[in-house]
């Protein structure tokens, strides 16, 4: 049996529709980040007919294949200026930190007779996409004076590179900024983009300030959980994902490696296996399915100890489930698990 990823659709909605009743209360815009789906179109389509009526991805590839779904589609990884035709051509908005790139998708736009819509990004120490602060009223300007672009708003990225969570400092300086770009041009932006599912917490408490009105939420949706707090929101299901592997070997072993290892500690003299043995279960998926890493058991007595390249080793000793070869592990997953898991073509995908 191949490994398979268990995708229930009832879940994924439940998800959907529990952060969409949050942000209606609190009087703030969606867009659902679908790139963790790597262009899955009959989830994505799912998840459209359902109320997501703004997505977002980091590849213009899949942008392109959903033009058909009746949604505004979000570029959220900076554009390429090698892509900025197609950007302007497929995208309806692009998240932006760079002149360069604005002046580029300006050409685009111009060229094609299109109206692009720009989110200035601001650096708010995630150290991703984002200008410094002096930068913004400058490249806002910049936005609303090229012909072809529409400036939509502002916004910020974190959570993803340094796991730096929404609190009331940095969205307190958001809004701020948000306030001195209007002051200063003399307009009033449409969104003010606060971040991503790490922000659902502030959502769920109603401390988001008022000033922000946008959030951009992936992980929260597909899996229920709170990035950075690793803990699901009420009503949140983390069931939607469930990753099934075949047993291949179920052996009691020593615990430790022995014989010469090529390591950086080689010269200590090579172990001999010692009297101790542990239940071992050798289940196949690996590094190119999954990092294991990114991998929770479903049951709680089995440990993950390792992986190479097609399979993982997990210590079931203290496991109540007596295991043999052909029967399965199951697993949940991180969100980077989710992402490697949804592009392997090892790993078949069931809707439920």
Same mark, same amino acid.
């Not at 951009?216 to 469930?242: K, M, Q, S, W």
């Given at each position: 049996?191949?490994?398979?990823?268990?995708?229930?659709?009832?879940?994924?909605?439940?998800?959907?529709?529990?952060?969409?009743?949050?942000?209606?209360?609190?009087?703030?815009?969606?867009?659902?980040?679908?790139?963790?789906?790597?262009?899955?179109?009959?989830?994505?389509?799912?998840? @459209?007919?359902?109320?997501?009526?703004?997505?977002?991805?980091?590849?213009?590839?899949?942008?392109? +294949?959903?033009?058909?779904?009746?949604?505004?589609?979000?570029?959220?990884?900076?554009?390429?200026?090698?892509?900025?035709?197609?950007?302007?051509?497929?995208?309806?908005?692009?998240?932006?930190?760079?002149?360069?790139?604005?002046?580029?998708?300006?050409?685009?736009?111009?060229?094609?007779?299109?109206?692009?819509?720009?989110?200035?990004?601001?650096?708010?120490?995630?150290?991703?996409?984002?200008?410094?602060?002096?930068?913004?009223?400058?490249?806002?300007?910049?936005?609303?004076?090229?012909?072809?672009?529409?400036?939509?708003?502002?916004?910020?990225?974190?959570?993803?590179?340094?796991?730096?969570?929404?609190?009331?400092?940095?969205?307190?300086?958001?809004?701020?900024?948000?306030?001195?770009?209007?002051?200063?041009?003399?307009?009033?932006?449409?969104?003010?983009?606060?971040?991503?599912?790490?922000?659902?917490?502030?959502?769920?408490?109603?401390?988001?300030?008022?000033?922000?009105?946008?959030?951009?939420?992936?992980?929260?949706?597909? &899996?229920?959980?709170?990035?950075?707090?690793?803990?699901?929101?009420?009503?949140?299901?983390?069931?939607?994902?469930? &990753?099934?592997?075949?047993?291949?070997?179920?052996?009691?072993?020593?615990?430790?490696?022995?014989?010469?290892?090529?390591?950086?500690?080689?010269?200590?003299?090579?172990?001999?296996?010692?009297?101790?043995?542990? +239940?071992?279960?050798?289940?196949? @998926?690996? +590094?190119?399915? @999954?990092?294991?890493?990114?991998?929770?058991?479903?049951?709680?007595?089995?440990?993950?100890?390792?992986?190479?390249?097609?399979?993982?080793?997990?210590?079931?000793?203290?496991?109540? +489930?007596?295991?043999?070869?052909?029967?399965?592990?199951?697993?949940?997953?991180?969100?980077?698990?989710?992402?490697?898991?949804?592009?392997?073509?090892?790993?078949?995908?069931?809707?439920?």
């Amino acid at each position: 049996m191949n490994p398979n990823l268990v995708i229930n659709q009832n879940a994924l909605l439940q998800n959907l529709n529990t952060i969409y009743a949050l942000a209606r209360h609190e009087g703030v815009k969606l867009s659902v980040v679908t790139k963790g789906l790597v262009g899955h179109e009959a989830l994505v389509r799912l998840l @459209v007919e359902n109320g997501a009526a703004s997505i977002c991805e980091a590849h213009i590839k899949n942008i392109k +294949k959903f033009q058909a779904m009746p949604a505004e589609k979000w570029l959220i990884r900076s554009p390429l200026l090698s892509e900025a035709d197609e950007t302007v051509k497929y995208a309806d908005v692009s998240l932006v930190s760079e002149l360069s790139v604005l002046e580029t998708l300006s050409g685009a736009a111009a060229a094609q007779n299109r109206m692009h819509k720009i989110i200035i990004m601001l650096e708010l120490g995630e150290l991703r996409e984002g200008c410094m602060h002096d930068e913004l009223i400058p490249l806002c300007k910049t936005a609303l004076d090229l012909p072809g672009l529409e400036l939509y708003g502002i916004g910020t990225h974190l959570s993803s590179s340094h796991d730096v969570v929404p609190d009331e400092n940095n969205m307190s300086v958001l809004a701020l900024a948000a306030g001195d770009v209007e002051q200063a041009l003399g307009i009033t932006l449409p969104l003010i983009s606060c971040g991503s599912s790490s922000a659902v917490k502030m959502l769920a408490e109603g401390s988001l300030p008022k000033k922000l009105n946008h959030l951009r939420i992936g992980e929260a949706i597909l &899996l229920g959980n709170i990035v950075c707090y690793d803990v699901p929101y009420e009503g949140a299901r983390t069931d939607v994902f469930t &990753l099934h592997a075949e047993i291949m070997e179920v052996k009691e072993k020593p615990p430790e490696p022995w014989g010469t290892r090529a390591c950086p500690d080689m010269q200590q003299p090579a172990k001999t296996p010692g009297p101790t043995l542990r +239940k071992r279960a050798l289940v196949a @998926v690996g +590094k190119q399915d @999954v990092p294991s890493k990114y991998l929770i058991p479903l049951d709680p007595d089995a440990r993950i100890i390792g992986d190479t390249s097609d399979c993982l080793i997990a210590d079931i000793t203290g496991c109540k +489930k007596i295991y043999k070869p052909g029967d399965t592990l199951s697993f949940r997953l991180k969100y980077n698990g989710l992402v490697s898991a949804m592009s392997s073509s090892y790993i078949e995908k069931i809707l439920i």
